[in-house]
């Protein structure tokens, strides 16, 4: 390619993503802001200066550590814990791969689309809490505003070839926390790859699966033609409605298999459909994290 082309194929893909990048922003900051979360807590004792809760006085705890203005106004003694307010590093996998632009309606957002507001918005409420926050392979975990815009930048690029996404690893943070968001309906093996990585390095965190609910509901009937959204695999049939229980029994057990996974490193897994608020996967994701605290 010529100096000029590519000059030119550069500023196409820079005002694409110019165009692309706020709306992408905003919707995730409007969407972090309808939580209501305030400051970002980690709910454990350790050192730091918010006072969290009074607790009894246990044997080999040292004199200097009770509080005697609390244990005054009972019969024993109580220490007085602050809340743990070391940063952590969060690192985001997104699917990139071509089945995750699926949509089953118009009125739906393709599942990319959501995987990538879900991973923002879950970002701007984590750095707003002081937490450091990186994508897999693209962006090493930081803290600070900059961040949330220069991930932005890395969410809006260009899908990748392939029909199906490998969790990437590179860029977590031992004894961090991290979130992969994807269909899950590609190869299982990458994923248990990725996962016992994950656990030899420490790190915990959750599993989040976007499906269409047509892809839940399999809506199909009479003569349909399949496709990857590659275009690399395609089967027709005169008779989709007999494909419905087979495919549905396949998909329960891929989330039974992706379940057991999560749950033998310690890591949480739940699905969420395009269908419906993006909110609630929003607050599932939150929690998943201060969960495995």
Not at 96 to 105: I, V
Not at 211 to 232: H, K, N, Q, T, Y
């Amino acid at each position: 390619m010529s100096p000029t082309l590519q000059n030119e194929a550069l500023q196409s893909r820079a005002e694409a993503l110019g165009q692309s990048l706020p709306p992408l922003l905003a919707e995730a900051e409007m969407l972090a802001a309808t939580l209501m979360l305030g400051e970002h807590g980690r709910r454990r004792a350790g050192s730091g200066d918010e006072f969290w809760q009074y607790r009894a006085a246990h044997q080999g705890d040292p004199a200097r550590a009770i509080d005697w203005r609390r244990s005054a106004r009972s019969d024993g003694h109580f220490i007085r814990e602050r809340e743990w307010q070391a940063a952590q590093s969060v690192t985001l996998w997104v699917d990139p791969a071509k089945s995750m632009a699926f949509s089953g309606g118009r009125e739906r957002p393709p599942k990319g689309d959501r995987a990538r507001l879900l991973a923002l918005a879950l970002a701007v409420l984590l750095l707003r809490g002081g937490e450091r926050v990186g994508l897999a392979g693209l962006a090493q975990p930081r803290s600070g505003r900059s961040q949330i815009v220069r991930l932005a930048a890395r969410l809006a690029g260009e899908p990748e070839a392939g029909d199906y996404g490998a969790p990437e690893t590179a860029g977590m943070v031992g004894h961090g926390r991290a979130v992969f968001v994807s269909d899950f309906l590609g190869p299982i093996e990458p994923v248990e790859a990725a996962l016992s990585r994950a656990a030899d390095r420490g790190v915990r965190g959750a599993l989040c699966q976007i499906l269409d609910p047509a892809e839940e509901e399999f809506p199909f009937d009479g003569r349909v033609i399949f496709e990857s959204m590659s275009g690399s695999m395609r089967h027709e049939t005169q008779q989709a409605g007999e494909l419905r229980s087979r495919y549905l029994a396949r998909l329960a057990e891929r989330k039974d298999r992706l379940s057991e996974l999560a749950r033998a490193v310690g890591w949480q897994f739940s699905t969420f459909h395009t269908g419906a608020p993006a909110q609630s996967a929003l607050l599932w994701l939150y929690r998943a994290l201060e969960g495995g605290r």
